[in-house]
């Protein structure tokens, strides 16, 4: 078994990520779809369903964690991060050549690649929170 500490030092960046970064990161992805006359096909709470809060995770003890699961996170963390550079390099693109209709289909899918990776890497961080605390986490735009 890992220390609490260092379950501590690994979960809280996740957690962060979660309730912070991604909710930005999903906001400006349904106002660009939006924009574009697209459909909101990010998900959801279901009714009945409260949000989770970031404090309301942080004062959980994780009661399953183990060295594999630290790994987990810090990778899924790490694609996370690696795809949202390229979600920047795609933006600075489509930003310089006047918008998301004047560039190159290729442009246009390594943004959605990208936003598709986040999303994708997102959720499989958090089911591995909900296995981690034993418990479900409910946050719009996730399953």
Partial sequence: MVAP????????PAIDFLFGEFKRFLADIR?????RGELNDTGALLSGEEESTKEGIL???PANWNEEMEKEVKHLLNLI????EHRR???????QRGGYYYVTPD????????????????????????????????IEGLE
């Fill in 31 to 35: 106002e660009r779809r939006q924009k």
């Fill in 107 to 138: 442009v246009r899918a390594e943004l959605e690649s990208a936003e598709d990776a986040i999303l994708d890497y997102t959720q499989r961080l958090k089911r591995l929170l909900e296995r981690v605390y034993g418990q479900p986490i409910h």
């Fill in 5 to 12: 500490e260092i379950a501590a030092a690994v979960l809280k």
């Fill in 89 to 95: 390099n795609a933006e600075t693109k489509i930003s």
């Fill in 81 to 84: 991060r690696i795809h949202s």
């Fill in 59 to 61: 004062v959980l003890t």
